[in-house]
């Protein structure tokens, strides 16, 4: 079965063409980079994969189920979202951020049971924020707020995660622990969405990438198949080599000349 089937996808700000015509298909449980310039229709690609955003044209469809003709609730039971910035106004402890993950298994005022704290319990060993569930969200370092909010993500038991830059902040050890989370979630049955910038390590750690410029997916595919000195160039219009990491095997992209007054970084 395809899980995820998008066709045909407009969306417009206004008079801005945001999405022009995305079609994709993805068949199995897997860790999708989406990739592209700023600009590109990256974070609202996802947020009408997810539901928030209704096309102008075309469909989403989850598991041959149009996503805008779900209940909200029945959505939630799918898809989990994890947007760029989430703050709290009020001061919640982690554990009761990620139990709000339950929510859309609950009645109105109904108290949670013991099979949902079971939930919350595994999806934060899992995230390795077991041992923070005691403290004030807000007050922890950017990696383990990030990995509280995959936790609350996770506890929706969901088939499909979206994340939205989720290591843009990080330093590179929370990138490495974040990314390898959402590489074991594919092997528990959980497709994975990221919105990523850092192309090597997408290269590392996907295994399907969407490259984008000006709303339209110009390259899809492997990170072998995606990753080239043509489209670098086409996108980031950058002058790079792409070379082959020699732990990985993996594409890897090592800037080649100055331009200007300083390196391009990528």
């Known amino acids: 079965m395809t899980i995820v089937n998008v066709e045909d ?34 974070t609202t690609l996802l947020k009408n994969i997810s539901g928030y955003l209704k096309p102008s044209r075309g469909n989403v469809f989850m598991m ?3 996503v805008h003709k779900m209940r909200s609730k029945d959505r939630a039971r799918i898809i989990g979202y994890v947007p760029q910035d989430l703050y709290f106004d009020f001061e919640f402890t982690s554990y009761d951020v990620v139990m709000m993950g339950r929510t859309p298994y609950l009645r109105r005022f109904q108290r949670e049971t013991e099979k949902d704290v079971s939930i919350v319990k595994e999806a934060m060993i899992l995230t390795n ?9 807000n007050e922890l370092s950017g990696g383990q707020r990030q990995r509280v909010y995959i936790a609350r993500a ?3 038991e969901p088939k499909i995660l979206l994340l939205d830059e989720p290591i843009s902040h990080l330093d590179v050890k929370y990138q490495v622990e974040v990314l390898s989370i959402l590489k074991r979630l594919t092997a528990k049955g959980i497709l994975v969405f990221s919105v990523l910038h850092d192309i090597n390590l997408s290269s590392q750690f996907c295994d399907f990438i969407l490259l984008m410029k000006d709303g339209e997916i110009i390259s899809m595919g492997t990170p072998n198949e995606v990753i080239t000195v043509e489209n670098i160039k086409m996108v980031f219009s950058v002058d790079a080599h792409v070379i082959r990491n020699p732990i990985t ?10 331009q200007g007054d300083g390196l391009k970084i990528v």
């Open 129 to 137: 924020t077991w041992d923070l569930k005691d403290r004030y969200v």
């Open 154 to 156: 996770l506890a929706q």
């Open 64 to 66: 041959d189920k149009s």
């Open 9 to 42: 996808l407009h969306y417009s700000y206004g008079n801005i063409q945001a999405l022009k015509g995305v079609n994709f298909k993805i068949d199995g449980y897997e860790m999708v980079g989406i990739l592209g310039s700023n600009g590109s229709g990256k």
């Open 249 to 258: 095997d993996t594409p890897l992209i090592v800037i080649s000349k100055r």
